[in-house]
């Protein structure tokens, strides 16, 4: 035997996660990449939207519904009924939980800087489209990225081209909704003292194994860069506590 490393064990979306997760599993899963991927207006194509299930069926009904909810054109005029029209399709609360944890911990690799890295469900027993982040390997880093940079904790800088972020940061109930899901993730799941507990335990749980890895087959620069890395993390995450509470204090 030759020992390689370690390895990381990923649960596929369409397999058992909407099995375990969802009251039924035999609705249309997407992994949505490319233009229509943004949902900006008019942009749909199906090539964008990957059908994991259901293939046989060319059924994209349930996707142009959240195009057709989202860029309705009573969303300034009558917001309370864009918001029901849009809710009536789309699992809205979910998308504002995951774009708070996103934008706290940092993932520039995902919708709003790029057009990939998540799914979509659509739960034929509720109707409704639930949004499922994917790879997040570029997460917990304030590093730049491919465009740009990570986005900003009250994302104006998002433009139109991102409307599922944009627009539900427009309207003053989404964006509570999301600023309270903000100060719930830095005092919860994402709390400093629970995390850096976190990140030593599971440090020391893969150290032996990580520093056993051959030359060849690491992604480790070296030792040192090893042991650095927790610091980073314990880092990023106290700073990111204290970035929310500033920006929630004004």
Do not use: C
Not at 47 to 55: G, I, P, R, W, Y
Not at 115 to 133: F, K, R, V
Not at 222 to 249: C, G, K, M, P, W
Request: glycine fraction near 4%.
């Amino acid at each position: 035997p030759v020992y390689f490393g370690l390895y990381t064990m990923v649960e596929m979306v369409e397999d058992t996660l909407i099995k375990t997760q969802f009251s039924s599993d035999e609705g249309n899963v997407y992994k949505p990449d490319g233009s229509g991927a943004t949902f900006a207006e008019g942009s749909f194509n199906e090539t964008s939207f990957d059908k994991e299930t259901n293939q046989e069926e060319a059924d994209y009904s349930d996707i142009l519904a959240l195009y057709d909810a989202l860029h309705t054109d009573n969303r300034l005029t009558d917001p309370a009924a864009w918001r029901k029209g849009l809710e009536a399709v789309f699992d809205v609360a979910s998308f504002l939980r995951w774009l708070a944890v996103n934008t706290v911990v940092q993932n520039w690799d995902t919708y709003g800087v790029m057009s990939h890295n998540y799914y979509l469900y659509t739960n034929p027993e509720t109707g409704l489209i639930t949004w499922i982040p994917w790879d997040n390997n570029m997460a917990l880093s304030s590093e730049l990225g491919m465009r740009g940079g990570v986005l900003s904790l009250s994302l104006d800088e998002v433009g139109d081209n991102w409307p599922l972020i944009r627009f539900l940061m427009d309207d003053p109930i989404y964006k509570a909704q999301y600023e309270a899901n903000l100060a719930e993730v830095v005092e919860t799941a994402f709390e400093p003292a629970k995390m850096a507990e976190t990140y030593q335990y599971y440090h020391d749980l893969i150290a032996p194994y990580a520093l056993a890895e051959s030359e060849d087959a690491t992604m480790l620069a070296s030792e040192a860069a090893f042991e650095h890395s927790l610091d980073a993390l314990i880092t990023q995450v106290n700073e990111r506590y204290q970035a929310v509470q500033e920006y929630l204090s004004k």
